[in-house]
T-cell receptor, first 111, second 114 residues
Framework: GESVGLHLPTLSVQEGDNSIINCAYS??????FIWYKQESGKGPQFIID?????DKRQGQRVTVLLNKTVKHLSLQIAATQPGDSAVYFC??????????FGKGTRLHILP | NAGVTQTPKFQVLKTGQSMTLQCAQD?????MSWYRQDPGMGLRLIHY???????DQGEVPNGYNVSRSTTEDFPLRLLSAAPSQTSVYFC?????????????FGPGTRLTVT
């Protein structure tokens, strides 16, 4: 399988609990943010996005929160399931459609 | 990975060899980009294109060339492969949908340079 994420921080969550994955972004001028999920051996998969004029956006079982004051982004996953086990990345549009990825977090689901 | 194909899936090169990684899409998305992903790291942007005939550099462009002669194709060329280019390469496409974007990544090409 894919060897990505060997040294990434890991978040362990009990199945059924909520997960909160955090991300600090770098560019105060970024106007668009995205969360991706990457399973072993696969490319990143889009989860949810948010614009800088919003504080919160909800999807199916996921919520993204944006705090522009401290340049912080979080992804909340409700009722975490085994299929949520993956590496999660945040990304930002730093301008001119240039999308830069942040460091990932591995989500490990405990039975 | 819907609509984004990458070839080859795996490639081994010797130092100094050149090759082209192919990326093709059938979704008519304007925006295409190339990333590399090394173990333990996130994806780093190599080059990107906002439309046919337009390309720009990303975070780590050295050692790579791109061109975008059509909407469908965005090849990535390694001019003289080096062991530091051993990585997994992902092609991504996106398009604006109102104020939002629709994005997909390809399945990746695993490149080893010896």
């Amino acid at each position: 399988g894919e060897s990505v994420g060997l040294h990434l921080p890991t978040l362990s969550v009990q199945e059924g609990d909520n997960s909160i994955i955090n991300c600090a972004y770098s560019n105060s001028a970024s106007d668009y943010f995205i969360w991706y999920k990457q399973e072993s051996g696969k490319g990143p998969q889009f989860i949810i996005d948010i614009r800088s004029n919003m504080d919160k956006r909800q999807g199916q079982r996921v919520t993204v929160l944006l705090n522009k004051t401290v340049k912080h982004l979080s992804l909340q996953i409700a009722a975490t399931q085994p299929g949520d086990s993956a590496v999660y990345f945040c990304a930002e549009n730093i301008g001119d459609d240039k999308i830069i990825f942040g460091k990932g977090t591995r989500l490990h689901i405990l039975p | 990975n819907a609509g984004v194909t990458q070839t080859p899936k795996f490639q081994v090169l010797k130092t100094g060899q050149s090759m082209t990684l192919q990326c093709a899409q059938d979704m008519n998305h304007e925006y295409m980009s190339w990333y590399r992903q090394d173990p333990g790291m996130g994806l780093r942007l190599i080059h990107y294109s906002v439309g046919a005939g337009i390309t720009d550099q990303g975070e780590v462009p050295n050692g790579y060339n791109v061109s975008r002669s059509t909407t469908e194709d965005f090849p990535l060329r390694l001019l003289s492969a080096a062991p530091s280019q051993t990585s997994v390469y992902f092609c991504a496409i996106s398009a604006a949908r109102g104020e939002w974007y629709e994005q997909y990544f390809g399945p990746g090409t695993r490149l080893t340079v010896t």
